[in-house]
């Protein structure tokens, strides 16, 4: 919400509003007040779009404040450059218009709450193509802002007959145009932190002799907890995925910091480096952050050779490791070691096994076991999924459709390796 002193003054504004504003366009603003402005603008991703789609979220807001002041119009505004676009609108449809042509243009100036009775007695609005060809007469405007007071957008709504607005409908105003504000802005970070996310990802499946490696991460949220990862070098395909617990942001951010320090170690894993001693030292390097944010992490790390298909890895709390053999049966990849940041001391141990010509693995997050019909003995469901698709595209196609099928509730990751059969050659 909005301070309690902006309240008092709007509380104590006269009948007729609470700013009225020459007419101004972005060059009556400080040189340096709006290049920090458009500079916020482009980094909350707000510039604006080729194609713009209507959002759920910003729509609910304008068409509420439409219905709660009968207003003819209502919008969320963001002027970019020289122009003004519309994430929401109600009662007009207009893509984009020039920014001296709008209301909003002189709320931005000010970075006040700005409210017009009647915009044709007034010289500095009379003129604004809404007046003149739309007969739009009141409009009411407040700034959104981010975190550092830089005006992003402008909450607003227009009459086509002229009127005051009590300081209680102000106030009411004030409220919605906070709603819009927490949208415009909090999602607008969470949506460009979900695009970081996804760029931290590999930026292509491995495909190397015989061997066919892919991955899928679907955050519950905007942004997530899962990580995975995956690289080869020297003949030695290095793979992790980890579950940071819980969701969102916070999640995230542990998870960054997660993939870093596993991807530290990628030159000691591929040169032959004991798995169980690379984990430690992710865990060292993690251990201080978990205990301030009383979290753990549960990470799965193997190492294939592609010559040979020798199989080296460790798991840290996950249990989550299914493989296919060529005749159908499903192992599962188990360890009795904990996750990382439980306790201090805790170490890990390497495990060895064998992918031969014709087998398939599959790593995931508990996100999917919590999609799956028995989530007792979960290997069989998940054997038969991994049975029945030939390509890991198809197989992670397979998650993606579950994931949405039965709404997820938990981020939901998986990487699918294959490798090739002898016959398949």
């Known amino acids: 919400m909005f301070s309690e002193d902006r309240r008092q003054a709007v509380r104590d504004a006269p009948p007729g509003g609470v ?36 959002d759920d979220r910003f729509d609910r807001i304008t068409r ?34 020039p920014r001296q042509d709008t ?49 992003v957008g402008v909450f607003c709504v227009y009459d086509h007959a002229p009127r005051t607005m009590p300081g209680t409908d102000l106030e009411t105003l004030e ?54 990862d995956f690289a ?12 940071v617990m819980g969701k969102g942001t916070g999640a995230a951010l542990v998870g960054a910091g997660v993939r870093a320090a596993v991807r530290s170690t990628h030159p000691e894993v591929v040169g032959g480096a004991d798995l169980g001693s690379t984990t430690y030292r992710v865990a060292r390097t993690l251990q201080e952050d978990l205990n301030r944010g009383e979290s753990f992490v549960t990470l799965f790390q193997c ?18 490791c299914v493989v296919v053999r060529t005749d159908g049966s499903v192992e599962r990849l188990q360890s009795s070691d904990r996750p990382i940041g439980i306790l201090p001391e805790d170490t890990w141990t390497e495990h060895r096994d064998h992918l031969a010509p014709g087998d398939r693995m599959l790593i995931f997050s508990d996100g999917l076991l919590d999609l799956l019909a028995d989530q007792v003995e979960w290997w069989h ?8 698709h030939e390509e890991p ?11 949405t099928e039965q709404v997820s509730l938990d981020d939901v990751t998986a990487v699918a390796v294959y490798r090739r059969s002898e016959g398949d050659r």
């Open 175 to 228: 409220d919605l145009a906070a709603w819009a504000q927490s949208e415009l802005v909090g999602s607008s970070e969470m949506l460009r932190a979900g695009t970081v996310q996804k760029a931290m990802l590999p930026a292509a499946p491995i495909h190397r002799d015989d061997w066919h490696v892919d991955g899928i991460c679907l955050p519950a949220l905007a942004v997530g907890g899962d990580l995975f």
């Open 103 to 151: 209301f909003c243009s002189r709320t931005t100036h000010n970075a006040r709450l700005t409210v017009v009775p009647d915009a044709s007695l007034d010289p500095d609005f009379a003129g604004l193509p809404a007046v003149v060809n739309d007969g739009i007469r009141f409009y009411a405007g407040v700034p959104l802002t981010d975190q550092l007071g830089n005006v």
């Open 19 to 54: 700013e009225r504003r020459r007419r101004s366009d972005r060059a009556d603003l400080p040189a340096g007040v709006e290049r920090r402005r458009q500079r916020a603008v482009d980094s909350l991703g707000l510039s604006a779009p080729v194609r713009q789609q209507r």
């Open 303 to 320: 190492a294939i050779d592609v010559a040979d298909g020798t199989l080296r890895y460790v798991d840290a709390g996950a249990g989550l």
């Open 64 to 97: 509420l404040a439409a219905r709660v002041f009968d207003a003819s119009w209502s919008s969320i505004t963001v002027l970019d450059g020289d122009q003004a676009w519309f994430p929401s609108a109600q009662g007009f449809d207009i893509p984009l218009m």
């Open 393 to 403: 595209s198809g197989l992670l196609l397979a998650v993606r459709e579950l994931a």
């Open 381 to 388: 469901e998940v054997g038969r999924l991994v049975a029945a």
């Open 232 to 243: 080869v070098t020297n003949g030695v395909v290095h793979i992790g995925l980890g579950d």
